[in-house]
C-alpha cells in the first residue's frame, strides 16, 4: 500500500517500537515492551488523521517515532519524498523543521527558564527561518495568530495559565512553518472549557497554513469533531481504521464498537441501544505479548481462534480497515450477528 | 512537573495574565532564602570571613609568620586579641591570613570538583548505554578509594603547593557531584521540552549545556556549597599533616604547628578551629536555605 501518492504527506508502513527492558538477573531472558507493534497508516495533505485509544496503547509512543525523538526498532516512515527512518544527523536535524509536535503537559513541554517570547523565537534562529532581523516581527504575529498578546512574550511560563501555555506550544510548533504538526493529547490536560478554544485555535490554523495533523488522544468526542480519519490502536497495533462517518456510524471491530457505547451521550437513542456494552478488565501487558488477537482477553465474542491466530488488518470496504476474525467479508460485525 | 504551578486562575479568555504575576524568579528566590533565618546566618558569617580574609590583610599589611612577642601568650595578654602560638606569632594575624589561603583552596578545590562531576555526571545521564557504564566505572572507582589517603599520596607525590592540594582535593571528591548530575539528566532528558528542544533543531551541545544544565543546577549548587566545607576540611587536615605549602598561613597548619601545646595552650588550637567549624558551618547553612529557595514546593506555602 506504499504506493506514491501525491496527496500522502505521511506514510507510515509496519512501523515498529520495542523497549528492551532490562534483565531481572544475568540468566532472565530479556523481556521487550512492544509499544508499537507493527503499524500502517497514512495521513493525505492537509487532513487530519486521529489515533485513538485507551492509556498505554503506544500513542505517545507512534507520535515520537514519527518525529524521530524515539529509536524505531523496524518499519518505514516517509514525509513526502524524505525518508524519515534513514535520516540522521544534520540532515535529520533539517528536515525537523518540516514536522512538529505539540505536547500534552502544558508544564514540562515548555523550558521554565525560558521566557515566552525566546521559546517562540528560538525554532526560527536554529532552523533559519526568516531574515534574522525580521524575526522579532514573526514571533509578534505568531503570539497574535495564537491568541497571547505580543507584550506576554517578556513572561516566564509560570506566569502563563495552562491554556495560555499551550498556545506558546503551539506558536513554537508553528514558528519553523512546518507541513506536519503531531498534536499529542493537546488539550487532555485542560478545563473542557479550555479544550475548546484550543481546538478551534488549532483548527483555524490548519485552515489558514494547510497543515496536516497527526492528532491523538483518547477522547473519541474530540477526535470526532477534529478529525477526518480515526485509528483505533489497542495495545500497540491499530484495529480499526476508517474515515470518521464510517467509525462512528458503523463502528466494526468489537474494541471501537465498546469504546463508543462507553461514551456518554446526549442522544437517547444512542444511550438506549440496547447493544451498549461495559469494557471490563485491563489491558493485557505489553511487554513480550502472546500470540492471538491481543483484545482476546476482554471481547465479548472471542473464539478459539481468536487465541490462536494473529488477526490482520483488513480492507473490508473502500477506506474502513478492521483486525478482527469474527467480522465478514462483507462487513457485519460480530456485535450486530447476536 | 517539579515547576508546575498554577498561578492564574484560568478564566480561558487569552491574555488573561495579571501585571502582578510580572515578577521575576530571581526575587522569589531572594524572598524564599531570607525566609530561612539560619540561612540568612550563615550568610552573614560567610561573608565576614571572606571580607576579612579578602580586606583585612590589605589593611593590616603584617607578616603572619612574624615572632611579635613570647610564644603562648593568653588571648589579651600583650595586646594580642587571641594570644601568641608556639612561636610567638600572633594567633588574630594568623587566623585572618589563615583564612584566605582556607577560602582559596577550598573555592578552587570546590570548583574543580564541580567541573569534573558536572561534566562526567552530564555526559552519563545524557548518552546512557556504554558511555553511562563506562563512566559509571570510573565513578564507582574513585568512590571506593579512601579520599584522604588518596589526596596524601598525590600530595606527595607532586610538590606541596596549593595548586596541587586543591586540585588533589577536587579529584577525591568529585564523585558525589557526578552522580547528582547524572541523576537529573536521567530525569530532565526524558522531559517534554528537551524532547522540543530536539524538534525545534538544537543539536546535543546545546541541549546539554543550554537546555539540560540550568534545570540541572539547582540540588548541584547546593551540593558545590556543602563541597566548599568538605574542600576546607580536607584543606585542614592536609596542613595539618604537614603535606601543604609550608610557606603559607592555613588554619591546618595552624593546629598541626601546636598540636603538641594541646594541654598547655588549648587556645593555640581552639581558635584556628573554631574558624573552621564556623566557616564549614555557614556553608552548610547556606546550601540549606539555597536548597529551600530553589524548592517551588516550599515556595507554594
Ligand atoms: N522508554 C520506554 N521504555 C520502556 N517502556 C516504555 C517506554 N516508553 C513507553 N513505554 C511503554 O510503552 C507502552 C506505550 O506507551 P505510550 O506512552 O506510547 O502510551 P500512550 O498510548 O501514549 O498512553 P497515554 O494515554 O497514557 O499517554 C506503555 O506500556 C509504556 O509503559
Ligand atoms: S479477533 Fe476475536 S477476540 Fe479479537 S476482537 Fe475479533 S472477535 Fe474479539
Ligand atoms: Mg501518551
Known amino acids: ?338 | 512537573m517539579s515547576d508546575a504551578k498554577n498561578t492564574t486562575p484560568s478564566n480561558g479568555s487569552p491574555g488573561d495574565v495579571d501585571e502582578i504575576f510580572v515578577e521575576h524568579p530571581f526575587r522569589q528566590f531572594v524572598v524564599m532564602y531570607m525566609r530561612n533565618y539560619a540561612a540568612v546566618a550563615g550568610l552573614f558569617v560567610f561573608v565576614l570571613i571572606v571580607g576579612a580574609a579578602l580586606f583585612a590583610p590589605l589593611i593590616l599589611d603584617l607578616d603572619p609568620f612574624e615572632m611579635v612577642d613570647a610564644p603562648l601568650l593568653r588571648p589579651g595578654e600583650g595586646g594580642h586579641l587571641l594570644g601568641t602560638d608556639n612561636l610567638g606569632r600572633d594567633l588574630f594575624v594568623a587566623i585572618i591570613y589563615g583564612a584566605r589561603v582556607t577560602m582559596a583552596v577550598g573555592g578552587a578545590a570546590a570548583g574543580i570538583t564541580l567541573v569534573i562531576g558536572l561534566t562526567i555526571g552530564a555526559m552519563a545521564g545524557y548518552y546512557r548505554g556504554w558511555v553511562d557504564e563506562v563512566l559509571m566505572r570510573i565513578t564507582e572507582f574513585f568512590q571506593v578509594l579512601p579520599p584522604l589517603l588518596l589526596a596524601m599520596v598525590l600530595v606527595a607525590l607532586f610538590s606541596p603547593t596549593l595548586e596541587t592540594v586543591a586540585i588533589a582535593i577536587g579529584v577525591v571528591s568529585w564523585t558525589g557531584v557526578a552522580r547528582l548530575a547524572r541523576a537529573e539528566f536521567l530525569r530532565l532528558r526524558e522531559q517534554e521540552f528537551v524532547k522540543a528542544a530536539r524538534s525545534i533543531g538544537a543539536r546535543d551541545r546545546r541541549i546539554i549545556w543550554l537546555v539540560i544544565m540550568p534545570n540541572a543546577l539547582p540540588p548541584l549548587i547546593v551540593n558545590a556549597a556543602l563541597t566548599v566545607g568538605i574542600a576546607i576540611l580536607f584543606e585542614a587536615a592536609l596542613s595539618f599533616l604537614g603535606l601543604s605549602d609550608p610557606n603559607v598561613m592555613s588554619w591546618g597548619k595552624l593546629i598541626g604547628d601546636n598540636r603538641d601545646y594541646l594541654l598547655d595552650a588549648p587556645w593555640t588550637i581552639t581558635f584556628p578551629g573554631v574558624a573552621i567549624f564556623l566557616t564549614v558551618l555557614s556553608m552548610s547553612l547556606i546550601g540549606d536555605g539555597l536548597t529551600d529557595a530553589f524548592n517551588p514546593k516550599l515556595r507554594e506555602r
Open chain 1, 1 to 338: 500500500m506504499s504506493a506514491p501518492d501525491n496527496d500522502v504527506l505521511l506514510d507510515v508502513q509496519h512501523l515498529k517500537v520495542h523497549f528492551q527492558l532490562p534483565r531481572k538477573n544475568i540468566f532472565a531472558k530479556a523481556s521487550k515492551v512492544h509499544a508499537v507493534d507493527d503499524v500502517s497508516f497514512q495521513v493525505r495533505r492537509g487532513t487530519t488523521l486521529g489515533i485513538v485509544g485507551e492509556s498505554g496503547s503506544g500513542k505517545t509512543t507512534t507520535a515520537l517515532a514519527v518525529m524521530r525523538l524515539t529509536p524505531v526498532t523496524d518499519g518505514s516512515m516517509h514525509l513526502g519524498d524524505t525518508d524519515l527512518v534513514a535520516l540522521e544527523g544534520e540532515a535529520l536535524r533539517k528536515t525537523r523543521s518540516r514536522m512538529q509536535i505539540i505536547f500534552q503537559d502544558p508544564y514540562s513541554s515548555l523550558n521554565p527558564r525560558v521566557r515566552a517570547g525566546a521559546i517562540v523565537r528560538e525554532p526560527m534562529d536554529l532552523m533559519n527561518i526568516g531574515a534574522p532581523g525580521d524575526r522579532e516581527g514573526l514571533v509578534g504575529e505568531l503570539f497574535k495568530k495564537v491568541g497571547l498578546r505580543p507584550e506576554q512574550q517578556a513572561l516566564f511560563p509560570h506566569q502563563f495559565s495552562g491554556g495560555q501555555r499551550q498556545r506558546i506550544g503551539v506558536a513554537r510548533a508553528l514558528a519553523t512553518q512546518p507541513e506536519l504538526v503531531v498534536c499529542d493529547e493537546p488539550v487532555s490536560a485542560l478545563d473542557v472549557a479550555i479544550q475548546a478554544q484550543i481546538l478551534n485555535l488549532l483548527r483555524s490554523l490548519q485552515a489558514e497554513f494547510g497543515l496536516t495533523y497527526l492528532f491523538i488522544s483518547h477522547d473519541l468526542g474530540v477526535v470526532q469533531y477534529m478529525c477526518d480519519e480515526i485509528a483505533v490502536m489497542y495495545l500497540g497495533q491499530i484495529v480499526e481504521q476508517a474515515d470518521r462517518i464510517s467509525l462512528f456510524t458503523e463502528p466494526l471491530h468489537p474494541y471501537t464498537w465498546a469504546l463508543l457505547s462507553a461514551v456518554p451521550s446526549a442522544d437517547p437513542a444512542v444511550r438506549d441501544r440496547a447493544d451498549r456494552v461495559r469494557l471490563v478488565g485491563d489491558p493485557p501487558s505489553p511487554i513480550d505479548p502472546p500470540p492471538g488477537c491481543r483484545f482476546a482477553g476482554r471481547c465479548p465474542f472471542a473464539e478459539a481462534r481468536c487465541v490462536a491466530e494473529t488477526p490482520s488488518l483488513r480492507t473490508i470496504r473502500s477506506g474502513h480497515a478492521v483486525a478482527c476474525h469474527l467480522v465478514s467479508d462483507d462487513g457485519v460485525p460480530p456485535q450486530r450477528r447476536r
